[in-house]
């Protein structure tokens, strides 16, 4: 085995690509030490209901992954001028700190970790690793997840709180329909195609453990007393006849066109077979039982009714050829796909691991990615699939495939049968049918199955997920939770309302996975949103005017008119007023406006207004948040951004929202932990993150953290200058030492601070310098400014500074002090 040479990643290379990263090998790496499988096998996928649709069959395992390690070094001293000991980081070691991520270099990548007080040195990571240092602490304890605050009252629950008239949720946003990105994010290793011949059973049976009646779902064809169940026969309970016997063989012709090969599989309608089409050049088809009856009439309608299927040509869903019968059966025939399912993944990995192994969180997402553009055109061809799972998503190279689409139906049948499989299906489904909800909590339950062990989702968790403490991954990936959270929530209408909405935010989410696997350094990318505007950092970073602003939706009537609407916020506003028509845009502006104007109460009635008509809105909520900081109220605005992120998992600003507002109301920890989230994810939000990851540290005298934390910004940001002011003071106020103080002082030769302000901090500079020199002696090496760190050479330099400050003031009493201190401080010299 050897090790994967990419930066910062602890896997090996398995068949020519790494098995955590995925990349492919490209230099000669360090041998590494192979480690035997330990544990027992268990957590299985769960049994499927006795309608559950059939797959096509699996390939050959893969090499089981894991979630990424975090790697450390030592804590040995980097040299000026060396490359960053930061795990993936390309800076250089300048004046005693990384040039691009900003850790000292005497620190390495030795692990600080904050959880509250009191903070612990390190702490281990969810597969036993340390965290990684950098831009920030990992925040993994249940104490510092943002979903452990209150949340405001949204969707079903506002509604039924407030008694609103909309208690069902009638549509979504229209600007998330074409939120469709591409990869880039993260890599997975393609998976082989599987040739059609290797891929039939060589005696196909169904064990006995997974026969069940096709109509009651009795358990049937068991064994007893020592002899083995039989497969043919008839329901005790209904006396449906069953048949666990091919009904088909190789080198039957079906249909005088599809030449039988064999088994693939076995589902709940019967087999899956492999054949040639004899018609068309021989290419292999799969043929799926569509119904068993001995009623011509029956069969016919079966499949005219399923006849629309052949209508669906997607490039990630399986084909659809025709409709055939065949001895009184129904066949689908479709596209063979020779790839693996997760399903097979799954079981592969933890047959290699001697446990349950579940995919890396970024796989998986990047799993669903790839397939939500074909329920998106399911649905809007008026279709829900029914029946997804681990099972019927199959990958090819690098590309995956929907399959078995035996269970589509249209979304307004309310007569056919409904496939669906036990600890997959939507809970409201037995009493209000299958729709575009039903299918998202599928795919919800498909990632949390994909990512986790998920025991008791057959039973105890049923129609509920685990809490968040008892997950090391929900813990680990709040975003992620929150994101399964909403896609199966009890009442259908909290779920999104689109596979391209919930595919939006799962590209954000994606985007926070991996930025917090990556570990140390800053986000250098930037991701465009459809929601929200980009912060805005000021002068006074802590102002949460800077954060982002809502982005108007071009869908709503009224957009076109609000852009000609100018002025200051009190012309704005009263144009407003007067608008042609209202609608939700209209009433957010004026809830904005009315902020900007200073009339907080107006910008509340007009939130108050929209969530009355609709209590799934909510940006009403992120202004009520907005309002919440204008008067102070900290708590009041943690749960309403709270309530936003929940809403809107992938979208940053509602993180940033929310972390300014846990800053406010003390709540460090999570703040800090959502801060360092959007630090890494978007280069945007890096500014304001780490003005309130250097106040949280800061104040906590974590001065090395602080530091890190200005050293964020790059010099390209607009906010770079207010950065090294930011830096500048807190050196100075910190005083650790005179090679702090000298670092001060350069540091001011590039920021914002005005000309008083630049002399003030300048002077005080000189006067913790001298201080420190009358107690511990003077370093002529070292020099501050034009000065050495000499008793003579500092009284010079304080002079100076207070001269130059007496002359930006505009008091004159205060003037002449400082031009007296200045003569009294300056050195005695000899005429």
């Not at 008239?165 to 074409?178: D, E, H, P, Y």
């Not at 040509?313 to 399986?318: A, C, L, R, Y």
């Not at 129609?463 to 929900?474: D, E, H, K, M, R």
């Not at 852009?563 to 704005?572: A, D, L, Q």
């Amino acid at each position: 085995m050897t090790r994967c040479t990419q930066p910062g990643c602890s896997g090996t290379i398995v068949d020519g690509y790494c098995d955590v990263c995925g990349m492919a090998a490209t230099s000669t790496p360090a041998p590494v030490a192979a480690v035997g499988a330990v544990g027992v096998a268990g957590g299985g996928a769960g049994a499927s209901s006795p309608a559950s649709a059939a797959t096509h069959a699996s390939s050959p395992a893969s090499s089981p992954t894991a979630l990424p390690r975090a790697a450390t070094a030592g804590g040995a001293v980097i040299p000026e001028g060396g490359p960053c000991g930061q795990p993936g980081c390309s800076g250089r070691i300048d004046a005693g700190y990384c040039d691009v991520c900003g850790t000292p270099a005497s620190q390495g990548s030795a692990p600080v970790v904050v959880s509250g007080a009191p903070r612990p040195t390190s702490t281990a990571g969810p597969d036993g690793s340390s965290p990684v240092a950098g831009i920030g602490p990992e925040l993994s304890t249940r104490s510092a997840a943002s979903s452990s605050i209150a949340s405001a009252a949204l969707g079903s629950r506002r509604a039924r709180e407030t008694g609103s008239v909309a208690t069902r949720r009638l549509g979504g946003s229209q600007r998330l329909r074409a939120a469709r990105l591409g990869g880039g994010i993260t890599t997975v290793k393609p998976a082989p195609e599987i040739d059609a011949s290797k891929a039939l059973l060589a005696s196909p049976s169904v064990p006995e453990n997974k026969r069940f009646c096709p109509k009651c779902g009795e358990p049937v064809g068991r064994g007893r007393d020592g002899k083995p169940g039989r497969t043919t026969g008839f329901c005790a309970k209904c006396r449906h006849p069953f048949s666990f016997d091919p009904k088909l063989k190789a080198g039957d012709l079906v249909a005088g066109q599809y030449e039988v090969a064999g088994c693939l599989a076995h589902g709940g309608l019967g087999w899956v077979y492999l054949a040639r089409d004899k018609n068309v050049s021989d290419r292999w088809v799969v043929l799926k039982g569509l119904l068993n009856s001995a009623d011509p009439d029956a069969l016919a309608a079966a499949i005219a009714e399923q006849r629309f299927l052949a209508q669906v040509s997607h490039p990630s869903i399986v084909e659809i050829y025709n409709f055939v019968t065949h001895d009184d059966a129904g066949y689908i025939v479709m596209e063979y796909v020779g790839g693996t399912s997760l399903k097979s993944i799954l079981k592969q990995r933890m047959q290699h691991a001697g446990k349950y192994d579940p995919l890396p969180v970024d796989q998986a997402l990047a799993y669903i990615l790839e397939i939500l553009p074909a329920f998106q055109y399911l649905h809007d061809l008026g279709l829900v699939y029914c029946d997804f799972k681990p099972d019927n998503i199959i990958q090819v190279g690098d590309e995956v495939k929907l399959i078995d689409l035996g269970g589509v139906r249209r979304a307004d049948d309310e007569d056919s049968a409904i496939f669906g499989t036990v600890g997959y299906q939507a809970p409201e489904v037995a009493d209000l049918g299958t729709s575009i909800a039903s299918d998202i909590y599928t795919i919800g339950r498909t990632l949390v199955v994909l990512t986790m062990e998920f025991r008791g989702y057959q039973s105890t968790y049923l129609n509920t997920l685990p809490a968040q403490g008892s997950s090391p991954v929900f813990e680990r990936y709040d975003s992620f939770y929150r994101l399964v959270a909403k896609a199966c929530a009890p009442n259908r209408d909290d779920r999104f309302v689109s596979a391209d909405e919930m595919r939006s935010q799962m590209v954000g989410v994606l985007r926070e996975v991996v930025a917090i696997d990556r570990g140390s350094g800053a986000a250098t990318t930037t991701v465009s949103s459809l929601l929200f505007d980009v912060p805005t950092p000021g002068i006074d970073d802590d102002d949460w005017h800077n954060l982002p602003a809502l982005r108007r939706d071009p869908h709503d009537p009224q957009t076109g008119w609000l852009h000609t609407v100018t002025g200051t916020p009190s012309e704005r506003l009263a144009i407003l007023q007067k608008a042609p028509a209202s609608s939700a845009e209209v009433l957010l502006d004026i809830a904005r406006t009315s902020l900007d104007a200073g009339k907080r109460d107006l910008a509340e009635s007009a939130a108050a207004k929209l969530l009355a008509a609709d209590p799934w809105e909510w940006r009403a909520v992120w202004i009520q948040g907005l309002a919440a900081l204008e008067r102070g109220d900290a708590r009041a605005a943690q749960a309403f951004f709270n309530a936003v992120y929940g809403q809107v998992p992938g979208e940053l600003a509602p993180k940033l929202a929310l972390a300014h507002a846990c800053e406010k109301a003390g709540d460090d920890a999570v703040a800090e932990n959502l801060y360092v989230a959007c630090a890494r994810t978007d280069a945007t939000y890096v500014p304001m993150a780490s003005f309130g990851l250097a106040r949280i540290r800061a104040a906590r005298k974590d001065i090395d953290g602080a530091v890190a934390a200005y050293r964020l910004v790059p010099p390209s940001s607009s906010a770079y200058r207010t950065a090294r002011a930011g830096l500048a003071e807190l050196l100075t106020r910190a005083n650790r030492g005179l090679p702090d103080l000298a670092e001060a002082l350069r540091t001011l030769d590039d920021t914002s601070l005005s000309a008083r302000r630049r002399a003030e901090v300048t002077t005080d500079i000189y006067r913790e310098a001298l201080a420190t020199v009358e107690k511990s002696g003077a370093k002529p090496d070292l020099r501050l400014g034009e000065h050495g760190a000499t008793t003579t050479g500092l009284r010079v330099g304080l002079e100076s500074s207070l001269r130059e400050l007496a002359r930006w003031t505009p008091d004159l009493d205060a003037r002449v002090a400082l031009v007296d201190e200045a003569n009294t401080i300056r050195p005695w010299s000899l005429w």
